[in-house]
């Protein structure tokens, strides 16, 4: 039983936390930015609810190729009802990927 007590606070000894007083633990975030799309990310837990709020954030992904950021987008793109050209061009997208995963 102390192992499984002992495992827990390590995990929360691990949570990063954001630099404001007091320290408050990050939050995990997603980008949706046309260069960063769907990269997760930790800021301030703050950031969206008060302008008083430290500058804290860290990438927990790595940056994506440009072949998946294209690919996202028109994916969102079409999600967000894109007209029909958007649509074909995407279906283009989403063959050329298969193609290149199962090579």
């Not at 499984?4 to 630099?19: F, I, R, T």
Request: hydrophobic share 30%; proline share 10%; with cysteine.
């Amino acid at each position: 039983m102390s192992s499984s007590s002992s495992s827990s606070s390590h995990y929360l000894d691990a949570v990063p936390h954001c630099d404001c007083r007091p320290p408050l633990p990050a939050k995990e975030r997603v980008s949706w930015k046309p260069s960063n799309p769907g990269r997760r990310f930790l800021n301030c837990p703050m950031s969206l609810i008060s302008d008083d709020h430290c500058e804290f954030f860290d990438w927990i992904d790595p940056p994506v190729t440009e072949h998946y950021r294209k690919t996202l987008n028109q994916l969102r793109a079409m999600a967000n009802g894109q007209p029909l050209r958007m649509q074909r061009r995407l279906t283009r997208a989403e063959e050329q990927l298969h193609v290149a995963i199962t090579q």
